[in-house]
């Protein structure tokens, strides 16, 4: 295939462009609406330009290299139908996916990540380093679960919610659309949409 283009030149971007790399998927470089980076290099490749000059660099795929829930699917909705059958995924060699999961478009799964048996990862999730999903999980389009946190099996993620750093949550709980966990907490109960909780047990 023609290489997949990086959309975002950030920190996350980075991880991205190390996992295709250590996948042996060439990477034509990054595109980012910050115009005082364009030129530079990030690992190497190049920053091209700003993300309306896509379809320029002829790409074979695209994948997100933001880390923001909201600026993820603002990028996605921009780009629209013309890319759906462009959007890639992006799973370390040293994460543990288990054969029965769904993967959509789009998913990030970082290194030291487990998912487990019939849990489902809705398009442009994002499990990040070292976190575990078990068995049963419904994960929505562009959640995050962030580095080290770790899902009980049975649980519904809502789409664009956000599980902080090293949280925990309970089986079988259902966490709402744009839900917000914070780092370190630990959920035993559902949490509404768009509701921040935090703390051990977590509360609003
Ligand atoms: C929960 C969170 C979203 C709240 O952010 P915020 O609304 O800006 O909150 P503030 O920093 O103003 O803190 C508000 C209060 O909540 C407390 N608080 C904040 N985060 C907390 C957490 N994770 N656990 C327990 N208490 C927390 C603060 O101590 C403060 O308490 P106080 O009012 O008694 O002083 C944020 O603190 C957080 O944990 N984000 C996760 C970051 C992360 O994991 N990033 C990973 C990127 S890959």
Known sequence: MSGVLILGAGGHAKVIADILS?????????????TAIWGATRLGLPILGGIA?????????????IGDIIARQAVVERLGPQ??????T??????????????????????GAVVNPDTSLGDHSVINTGATVDHDCIIGEYAHIGPGAHLAGGIRIGQGAFIGIGANVAPWLTLGAGAIVGAGSA?????????VVKGVPAHQ
């Open 187 to 195: 959920v035993i109960g559902d949490v509404p949409a768009r509701v």
């Open 22 to 34: 250590c996948q042996g998927v060439p990477v034509i470089g990054f595109l980012d609406d910050n």
């Open 53 to 65: 000059t896509w379809r320029e660099h002829l790409p074979g795929g695209l994948i997100l290299g």
């Open 83 to 88: 890319a759906y059958d462009l959007w890639c």
């Open 90 to 111: 992006a799973v370390h060699p040293r994460a543990t996916v288990a054969n029965s999961v769904r993967l959509g478009r789009g998913v990030a799964v970082m290194a």
